[in-house]
């Protein structure tokens, strides 16, 4: 599923406040949970409207976390923000007190954010707006198929999306055709 922009406006008006800036980076950056998970604020440059993925966050089925880099070399990138969403990061950014170094979405008592409590209040708010079936995930394909939509090559879809393989970017070129 493919939400409309006004869907991911909505979702992100109706999740907890302290994961808004998660639904609009997932969207507009197409960046995975994991990567959002191990975000710094180090990897968010504002003036310059770029967020630096350089590792990820992986939940393993006995929940241990595991810090580690992206799945392929391709997954270490910079990727542009829009200006839409640098007000939203700017708050974000003002409403919880880090260091160069800290997490920008973490539990209460500051450790990595857990995919259940993301998936538990991403539940919620779907509720809320009355969407069904649009996964947190979904939020990727979403904003990989508006950067095709608006001509990204296939290079420079493989960039924004960490891939390796052009493969996933030629999908979402054919699907805005």
Avoid at 32 to 37: D, S
Avoid at 94 to 117: E, I, Y
Avoid at 145 to 171: D, F, P
């Amino acid at each position: 599923p493919v939400a409309t922009i006004a869907q991911v406006f909505e979702l992100a008006d109706a999740i907890a406040p302290e994961l808004r800036a998660a639904v609009l980076l997932a969207t507009f950056c197409g960046l995975r949970l994991g990567e959002i998970r191990a975000l710094r604020v180090r990897h968010l440059d504002l003036l310059h409207r770029t967020v630096r993925i350089e590792e990820q966050y992986q939940e393993l089925s006995d929940g241990t976390l595991v810090l580690g880099p992206p799945k392929t070399d391709a997954g270490v990138r910079t990727i542009v923000i829009p200006q839409v969403i640098i007000p939203d990061l700017e708050q974000h950014l003002a409403s919880v007190p880090l260091g160069a170094d800290g997490l920008l979405f973490t539990t209460t008592s500051g450790a990595p954010m857990r995919r259940a409590t993301l998936y538990t209040a991403w539940g919620r708010a779907t509720k809320a707006v009355g969407i069904t079936g649009l996964r947190f995930h979904d939020l990727r394909h979403t904003g990989n198929t508006l950067a095709a939509a608006t001509g990204a090559s296939t290079k420079e879809l493989m960039a924004r999306m960490g891939q390796s393989s052009s493969r996933a970017a030629l999908i979402y070129q054919h699907a805005t055709q």
